[in-house]
């Protein structure tokens, strides 16, 4: 009966390390910059995400700026928000990236999963225009890519809690320029924000406002 009870312990406890064993491997195997690449390559993106390039030209400004407390406003697929939260994990930051439809927000939840993102990057969903003011600041990193005519609406939502020296990414805003006309003027001509537009990436014909907040 002893030897019965102790060979019933050994086996538990071997099934039970075996099974922890799987878990880390799978855990590391999602953190690896191999299955990362390899992920972020295979990505079945839809004509709503950002371009590989631009999507890159976000992971290095937040990686540069040393950005701690990001938003996104607009997650769609979770493209954007995965290769930015990359940057995010490396810098000991976190995203939240926001998203009205909720079938968005459930395949963002699941590409960040899928990437072992969980800790560095929320899915917030809801119509940013509410969810925006219960963001916790401060903020030093905003990526605006959502309703074009609401742009400027969602920076005044979040402005109050911007950092001196935050980075403000607006997207699509040479293809919508006429959309988001009172948000170009603003972002371009306030004496608050050093302000480029640039184009990281030919694939849309579009481009992104880049803006350092000065004070
Ligand atoms: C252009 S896509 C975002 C692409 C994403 N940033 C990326 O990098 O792949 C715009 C998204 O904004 C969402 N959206 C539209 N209005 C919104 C709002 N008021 N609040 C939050 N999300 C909104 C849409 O459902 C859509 O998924």
Not at 40 to 56: E, H, S, V, W, Y
């Amino acid at each position: 009966m002893k030897h019965h009870r102790l060979a019933a312990v050994i086996l538990c406890t071997i099934v039970l390390t075996f099974a922890a064993l799987v878990v880390c491997a799978a855990d590391h195997d999602n953190k690896s910059a191999e299955f990362r690449n390899q992920f972020i390559k295979d990505f079945q993106r839809t004509g709503l995400n950002t371009t590989p390039g631009d999507a890159m030209m976000l992971r290095i400004l937040v990686e540069s700026s040393g950005a701690k407390r990001g938003v996104e406003v607009g997650s769609a697929s979770g493209f954007g928000a995965i290769n930015m939260g990359i940057a995010f994990e490396r810098n000991g930051g976190h995203l939240d990236t926001l998203e009205i439809d909720p079938r968005w927000a459930k395949e963002t939840r699941a590409n960040v999963r899928k990437m072992g993102l969980e800790e560095s990057v929320t899915c917030i969903e809801g119509d940013a225009l509410e969810t925006l003011p219960t963001i916790e600041g401060p903020v030093d990193f905003v990526f605006i890519d959502a309703v074009k005519s609401d742009y400027l609406k969602y920076l005044k939502l979040i402005e109050p809690k911007l950092k001196p020296g935050a980075v403000v990414v607006g997207d699509n805003v040479i293809r919508s320029a006429r959309a988001m006309r009172d948000f170009l003027d603003y972002i371009q001509h306030s004496p608050d924000y050093d302000t480029v537009i640039i184009r990281a990436s030919m694939e849309k014909n579009d481009g992104m406002s880049v803006s350092y907040k000065i004070r």
